[in-house]
């Protein structure tokens, strides 16, 4: 597929990047389900199942996944990753994936003008319209996805040694 104009690449990078930041969210619920399920796959089934019935946003999620490390894997930022490059930056990752997945979400390319690859228009926190602009760049498109994958990647590392400690905690062995 070629995409040439600003209007189709600002409509495939926005849906790309929201898919993936999905993606990413869907493994913060299975990283929550295995630490909360003592590795039961049925029962981590279950709690997916749950996150979809109880709405719970990604916001949400990652204050679990923070309270989970924080209290019961500590080390675990701070240990040095064969797959990623820097553990101890993946809530501050982990954070911004959200805050710009919500920009692409949410704010309309610039039709007024034709410059597609311009977001404006965002609510505040007291829910009025506020005009502020936003490039979808190369830059900013580069360093999302490095970001997404990071965190991606450092979720599945969680994911197993979650299933360890399970494992260990099951057996009596706790490490």
């Known amino acids: 597929m070629e995409l040439t104009k600003d209007e189709d690449l600002s409509a495939y990078y926005r849906g790309s990047l929201i898919q993936k930041t999905i993606d990413l969210e869907l493994r913060m619920e299975i990283v929550i389900g295995r630490f909360l399920s003592m590795n039961n796959q049925e029962r981590t089934i279950d709690l997916i199942d749950i996150f979809d019935i109880a709405r ?56 007024d003008n034709n410059q597609y690859l311009k977001l404006k228009w965002a609510k505040t926190a007291n829910n009025s319209i506020q005009k502020k602009i936003f490039n979808l760049d190369d830059q900013f498109i580069v360093e999302f996805k490095m970001k997404l994958n990071e965190s991606y990647m450092i979720l599945t590392e969680l994911e197993s040694c979650i299933i360890e400690w399970s494992k260990s905690s099951l057996s009596g062995t706790q490490t």
Do not use: G
Not at 94 to 102: E, K
């Open 56 to 111: 719970v946003d990604f916001s949400n999620k990652m204050t679990i996944i923070i309270y989970i490390v924080k209290k019961h894997f500590p080390e675990f930022i701070k240990q040095e990753s064969k797959l990623t490059e820097d553990r101890s930056k993946f809530f501050d990752f982990l954070s911004f994936v959200m805050i710009n997945r919500n920009i692409l979400a949410h704010r309309r390319p610039d039709f």
